[in-house]
T-cell receptor, first 113, second 117 residues
Framework: KNQVEQSPQSLIILEGKNCTLQ??????????LRWYKQDTGRGPVSLTI?????NTKSNGRYTATLDADTKQSSLHITASQLSDSASYIC????????????FGAGTRLAVHP | NAGVTQTPKFQVLKTGQSMTLQCAQD?????MSWYRQDPGMGLRLIHY???????DQGEVPNGYNVSRSTTEDFPLRLLSAAPSQTSVYFC????????????????FGPGTRLTVT
């Protein structure tokens, strides 16, 4: 069964600290992996998209990694800011169809001053 | 360029009532979709459309209808609301995935929070 699992479910860090969020997937066939940021009361906004051949991709203080062999991805946030408080959602697209986006349940990050 | 817009932002319905959630995009995207988001779960696809006049069911289509008469609009109709349909609904759009080897970004609307009592 195609699944995307994220850990931890929630995380609290202090402003200025780094953190890493994890995503494990069992989606096959694999097309690409996306990380989204969802602020409270808003729709998800894309941070990165990685295809099979990409190991790492950065977007400012956000760096995503992908290990297609172990089917794992991580999102690293550097020098966190209060505005990083949000849910972070890992999404895997399977090949061969429009309706093949599998969403993780998300990690809720709270950055405290 | 407003992106993806949704109305209303909040709605309370009684069991058995019907309503339409509106979604519009101004990016000329072929692909549009509706998701619901429930606590502790990933977004789940309700219905999607790959172009005007073409719609198909997603993972959880029961109790919902859609139509796509124009490229811009993709309304979601609840035929007879049930408490199980209490959720946050997101509309999303992107260019078509028909183009081989190209990965298109998906843009989400701000969501509609629906409560059915």
């Amino acid at each position: 069964k195609n699944q995307v699992e994220q850990s931890p479910q929630s995380l609290i860090i202090l402003e200025g600290k780094n953190c890493t969020l994890q995503c494990n997937y069992t989606v096959s066939p694999f097309s690409n992996l996306r990380w989204y940021k969802q602020d409270t009361g808003r729709g998800p906004v894309s941070l990165t998209i990685m295809t099979f051949s990409e190991n790492t991709k950065s977007n400012g203080r956000y760096t995503a990694t992908l290990d297609a062999d172990t089917k794992q991805s991580s999102l690293h946030i550097t020098a966190s800011q209060l505005s990083d408080s949000a849910s972070y959602i890992c999404v895997v697209r399977s090949s061969g169809g429009y309706n093949k986006l599998i969403f993780g349940a998300g990690t809720r990050l709270a950055v405290h001053p | 360029n407003a992106g993806v817009t949704q109305t209303p932002k909040f709605q309370v319905l009684k069991t058995g009532q019907s309503m339409t959630l509106q979604c519009a995009q101004d990016m000329n995207h072929e692909y549009m979709s509706w998701y619901r988001q429930d606590p502790g779960m990933g977004l789940r696809l309700i219905h999607y459309s790959v172009g005007a006049g073409i719609t198909d069911q997603g993972e959880v289509p029961n109790g919902y209808n859609v139509s796509r008469s124009t490229t811009e609009d993709f309304p979601l109709r609840l035929l007879s609301a049930a408490p199980s349909q209490t959720s946050v609904y997101f509309c999303a759009s992107s260019y078509s995935k028909l183009r081989q080897g190209v990965t298109y970004e998906q843009y989400f609307g701000p969501g509609t929070r629906l409560t059915v009592t």
